[in-house]
């Protein structure tokens, strides 16, 4: 297909993919009156319902509020400013927002979607296109690339000519394979162990997230509502759901997350159940030609320490930013360094993602030496303060090094 297809339109940004990532760059360009089009496989339904993360970093909230993107979560984000580590039969409270002054905000990922969409196209009139199938990017490399699809409702495909395209349509979406053989690096890590996802329709049986540290295998509770929990329990990789009953994940969630003096959790229906493999990676660089990869299509942290969110938007605050400075004014100053600038944060955050796993799941390795490692990490954590404030900075994503 070729850009003089009777279908075929221009516009100056292409962004493949309507996560947090692609809204939320959307979102900065229509603030900036720079045209751009949004194309998403699933209908706008699905992306507001999909399931995802809930924790969203202090700095991330700022650069929500700093677009005019934050209303729906300022009105709606519960605050929260501990952690609660469970192991050996006892209870290890960490106040982080003692420690640094910071806190977590706890909004649910389709609730930020479902807010971004809104504000994208209800209020800022943009253009976004979803349900559309097969996508394809093409002349990355030159001045003039395009992306064409079909369209759902006549089947016609569509080509759009476009000055630069946003690749955030995730860990299997396109953007990502139209890299050319030999141009990236991927380097991934597979930590060689399942969590089993579960959201129970049961209010929080903490004020706080808890980690349960066990023999058994890790598990762990997050609250995402008033009447909704989100639980993990670690299983082998590749786990059927269907091994796990309701009585057995129950069960299982009881004895991992028990302590001394802890209240019983509250139980309730199991409304998700899904098997994750732990697994990282990160492609290095970020782009190619005009081609730009945001979240997950360049980089996927396991949810080990509730960080792939939080790297998405900050993903998006960069390359949005870049975009309307070389579309606006012609300074790619940003793009040229809009790679290195994300991967700082990204290894940043894989490297204390990779610490944590160990705390996580040293216990239930069944090897003593990583056992005793563990808990001597555990230990330090809750009788050094000056250990449990680098967890908390690195928790909380505050450092001033990126």
Known sequence: MTSDSPSAQHTSVVVVGAGPAGLTVGNVLRAASVDCVVLEAQSRASVERRPRAGVIEEWAVR???????????TERAQPHSACEFR?????????????TGHHHWVYPQPLLVTDLVREYVDVRGGDARFSVRDVELHDLDSARPSVSYTCPRSGERRLLTCDFVVGADGARGVSRAAMPAGHARIARHDYGI???????????????VLFGVHPNGFAGHMARSPEVTRYYLQCPPGDDPGNWSHERIWSELHQRLGASGAPPLTEGPLVEKRVLDMHDYVVEPMTYGRLFLAGDSAHLVAPIA??????????????????V?????????????????????????????????????????????????????????FTSPTAAAAFAEQYLGTAERY
């Open 63 to 73: 650069g929500l509020r700093e677009r005019g993107l934050a209303q729906g979560l």
């Open 87 to 99: 192991f050996g039969g006892e209870r290890h409270r960490l106040s982080y927002t003692e420690l």
């Open 194 to 208: 399942g969590w089993l996802a579960l959201l129970a329709e049961a209010p929080p049986s903490s004020d706080c």
């Open 306 to 323: 509730a960080k792939g969110m939080n790297l998405a938007l900050h993903d998006a605050f960069l390359l949005g930013d870049a975009l």
């Open 325 to 381: 400075a070389a579309v606006a004014a012609g300074d790619g100053d940003g793009l040229d360094g809009y790679s290195e600038a994300c991967l700082r944060r990204v290894w940043d955050y894989q490297e204390f993602s990779q610490w944590l796993s160990e705390v996580y799941h040293g216990t239930a390795a069944g090897d003593p030496f990583r056992a005793g490692v563990m808990s001597a990490r555990l230990r330090r954590l």
